[in-house]
C-alpha cells in the first residue's frame, strides 16, 4: 500500500521541473481569461494566454495540446477533449524520464531530421503516443 503511494510520489517530484513550467503558462492563461480543471491525475488550461502560446508553437495550427510534466496546455476545451488520451501518454513519458525527457524529445528529433525523416511523427515518444491513443498520427494532420 505504501510503495505505490511512494512510487506515485516520485513520479511527481521526478517530473515537477517541467509542471512547474506548465503551471506557470496555464496560470498566466487563467489570468488572461483562460480555464483550468483537473483530469486524469494531470492539470490542464485553455483559452486566454494558453489559446495564443499553443496556436505559437511551430506547427501550433495544427497543434490541439501540449503537456509539460503534470500539465497540459489546449487551445481550447474541446481540443483537450480530443487529445486527452494522446498526451496522458505524455503525461507518463514525463513520469519515467523526468528532467531528461526534453533533451531526450528534442535530440530525437534532430536525429530524425538529420536523417530526412519526419521529426515529429517518427519521434519514439510520439509513435508510442499515437500508438496508445489509438492513431497513428496521420489521422492528426
Not at 492563461?29 to 491525475?41: A, N, P
Not at 486566454?48 to 508553437?57: A, D, K
Amino acid at each position: 500500500m505504501i510503495l505505490p503511494r511512494l512510487r506515485r510520489l516520485l513520479a511527481i517530484v521526478w517530473a515537477a521541473p517541467y509542471t512547474l513550467l506548465g503551471l506557470a503558462i496555464g496560470l498566466i492563461g487563467v489570468f488572461t481569461g483562460g480555464r483550468g480543471r483537473i483530469r486524469g491525475g494531470a492539470i490542464e488550461f485553455y483559452g486566454g494566454f494558453v489559446t495564443w502560446f499553443v496556436r505559437h508553437l511551430p506547427s501550433g495550427q495544427f497543434t490541439l495540446a501540449i503537456t509539460f510534466g503534470h500539465t497540459i496546455l489546449g487551445q481550447s476545451d474541446i481540443a483537450l477533449d480530443i487529445a486527452r488520451k494522446h498526451e496522458m501518454v505524455h503525461v507518463r513519458q514525463y513520469e519515467r524520464w523526468g528532467p531528461l525527457f526534453g533533451p531526450m524529445y528534442l535530440s530525437w528529433m534532430l536525429v530524425l531530421w538529420l536523417r530526412g525523416n519526419r521529426p515529429y511523427l517518427d519521434n519514439p515518444f510520439e509513435q508510442e503516443a499515437y500508438g496508445e491513443a489509438g492513431c497513428d498520427g496521420e489521422d492528426s494532420r
